[in-house]
């Protein structure tokens, strides 16, 4: 590959995480914790991929299959250290800690 192809694809790259990060930090509501906001994000990221792949039910997506060649360095993780689990498309992700400030919202659960 020519130098000026490399220079080329790194320079998309910049630009369309430039673009792109911005829309994954979305201020969150009042009063919802962070880990709340990290799991509805976790949510939305599904809800696209099953979408994408609708042959995939029963499937738990990783992190590369939600966020791609960046999600190592996109994976939030909870701020009180509880760990993550994304669950098949047909559940919400969880945080390992619970209860109401480590939960998606009962407004924002999915229908099972
Ligand atoms: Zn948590």
Redesign the pocket.
């Known amino acids: 590959m020519k130098p000026i192809n490399i220079l080329f694809i790194g320079l998309s790259l910049v630009v369309s995480t430039a673009i792109l990060v911005p829309n994954f930090v979305k201020p969150r509501p009042a009063g919802q914790?962070a880990?709340v906001s990290?799991?509805i994000w976790y949510k939305e990221l599904k809800e696209e991929w099953r979408r994408l792949n609708p042959d995939k039910k029963g499937i738990v997506p990783t992190g590369y299959d939600l966020l791609g060649e960046k999600w190592g360095a996109s994976m939030s993780s909870?701020?009180?250290g509880?760990t993550?689990t994304f669950g098949t498309q047909e559940e919400d992700p969880v945080?390992?800690?619970g209860g109401p400030?480590?939960s998606i919202p009962n407004g924002l659960k999915a229908n099972k």
């Open positions: 914790s880990c990290t799991l909870c701020p009180s509880g993550y945080c390992s800690i400030r480590h």
